[in-house]
């Protein structure tokens, strides 16, 4: 999130008026506006707003990990997605997602940590083969599902 953005939020969070707000800008770096400040005087402004209690939280989009190199990882994290959408999985984290794939890699071996991003071509075969089962009888219950609703 660029620093414009962040000021305002924190304007709006803290309830500053707009002459406190215009004061604000002027104690710290001497600008009432802040299109003339360059990028350093924005995050003063950003750390003054601080110290007045605004804590700068991640946006949504944060959350996301970047998309692995390899496809048939991100094969794995798709199916594992259009199954929790389908119904056919309960919990759709990323710590599901581990353990699912830790009882194909590693099943039986407590300290061992398995990450999808990080498997061979050879473990993660099986694990989209059974996710693609998966898949499939999920969409096979909501057709079933919706057939029985057009029925009665």
Known sequence: ????????????????????????????TGQSSLRAMDERQKRDVIDALKTLGFKVRPGKRAKTRPASSKPYCRMI?????????????????????????????AHGHDGVAVDPDLLSYAQASP????????EARGKAGGADAANERREM
């Open 1 to 28: 999130m660029n620093a414009n953005a962040i000021i305002n939020i924190a304007r709006a969070e803290l309830g500053l008026e707009e002459d406190d707000y215009r004061a604000l800008l002027v104690r710290v």
């Open 77 to 105: 994290h798709a199916l594992w997605a259009s199954c929790h959408r389908l119904g056919v999985i309960e919990n759709g984290s990323r710590e599901a997602l581990r353990a699912f794939c830790k009882r194909f890699v």
């Open 127 to 134: 694990i989209i083969e059974a996710l693609k089962k998966m």
